[in-house]
């Protein structure tokens, strides 16, 4: 039985670059090509293919235009062809529905292997992001376990204050005292937090902090 892909990309180079890569493999039928997100919810209805080959991260596309395509066609499976993914962009991806995730320079072979193993029912992660996600410390089990929510990930004023004050080495109880908070609520924001964030480690925070502008990364300079 063939594979029915459907290819979503604002890219004309990228389109005609999936293009060749599937043109010779037996299994595989690419029954369209979406440029933007109207295209590909119309074409998602019409044709109801297997897979959904997409780069999420192209102007227009984004992880909503995944979640809407998994409520509008259950049986189709997404994977997810970025150039370097940001923190934000793999969790965005992960909780919007994605199956597999591969990076756009991963070889022929292996973004063939991504749509195979994914339309065979398995995920597949190449090594390159399955090294971001380590870099990211994004848990992905729970993430995937965890029920797709249709809420993009929205850090507060007061959730980012306290990621800069825990970035910067506070204590709790040096924070609550800041906020004129109590310290247990300081511990409950902070699991909040990072499970908005899909982290599991301080050192993750710190990172985040740094990377949006929440923390100078002068604060961690010294001299020996």
Same mark, same amino acid.
């Given at each position: 039985?063939?594979?029915?892909?459907?290819?979503?990309?604002n890219s004309e180079l990228a389109?005609?670059?999936?293009?060749?890569?599937?043109?010779?493999?037996?299994?595989?039928?690419?029954?369209?090509?979406?440029?933007?997100?109207?295209?590909?919810?119309?074409?998602? +209805?019409? =044709?109801?293919? !297997?897979? *959904? $080959?997409?780069?999420?991260?192209? #102007?227009? @596309?984004?992880?909503?235009? %995944?979640?809407?395509?998994?409520?509008?066609?259950?049986?189709?499976?997404?994977?997810?062809?970025?150039?370097?993914?940001?923190?934000?962009?793999?969790?965005?991806?992960?909780?919007?529905?994605?199956?597999?995730?591969?990076?756009?320079?991963?070889? +022929?072979? =292996?973004?063939? !292997?991504? *749509? $195979?193993?994914?339309?065979?029912? #398995?995920? @597949?992660?190449?090594?390159? %992001?399955?090294?971001?996600?380590?870099?990211?410390?994004?848990?992905?089990?729970?993430?995937?376990?965890?029920?797709?929510?249709?809420?993009?990930?929205?850090?507060?004023?007061?959730?980012?204050?306290?990621?800069?004050?825990?970035?910067?080495?506070?204590?709790?109880?040096?924070?609550?005292?800041? $906020?004129?908070?109590?310290?247990?609520?300081?511990?409950?924001?902070?699991?909040?937090?990072?499970?908005?964030?899909?982290?599991?480690?301080?050192?993750?925070?710190?990172?985040?902090?740094?990377k949006n502008g929440l923390v100078?990364?002068?604060?961690?300079?010294?001299?020996?």
């Amino acid at each position: 039985m063939s594979i029915r892909i459907l290819l979503a990309d604002n890219s004309e180079l990228a389109l005609i670059g999936l293009r060749s890569v599937f043109a010779d493999v037996a299994r595989v039928e690419i029954v369209g090509e979406a440029r933007d997100p109207i295209e590909l919810q119309a074409l998602l +209805v019409r =044709e109801k293919p !297997d897979v *959904v $080959l997409i780069d999420h991260t192209a #102007k227009g @596309f984004g992880a909503d235009v %995944i979640r809407d395509g998994v409520r509008r066609s259950k049986r189709t499976r997404f994977v997810a062809i970025t150039p370097d993914p940001s923190r934000l962009a793999l969790l965005s991806a992960l909780r919007g529905g994605v199956t597999s995730y591969i990076k756009k320079d991963c070889g +022929v072979q =292996e973004i063939i !292997d991504a *749509v $195979l193993e994914t339309a065979d029912g #398995k995920k @597949f992660f190449c090594g390159q %992001i399955i090294e971001a996600i380590e870099r990211a410390s994004i848990d992905v089990k729970k993430i995937i376990d965890d029920p797709l929510s249709c809420a993009p990930v929205v850090i507060t004023d007061r959730e980012a204050e306290i990621i800069g004050l825990i970035a910067e080495g506070c204590s709790y109880t040096r924070i609550a005292g800041r $906020l004129n908070l109590s310290a247990h609520t300081i511990t409950t924001h902070r699991k909040k937090i990072m499970y908005k964030l899909g982290v599991n480690s301080t050192a993750a925070l710190v990172l985040y902090a740094v990377k949006n502008g929440l923390v100078s990364p002068n604060k961690f300079l010294f001299n020996i």
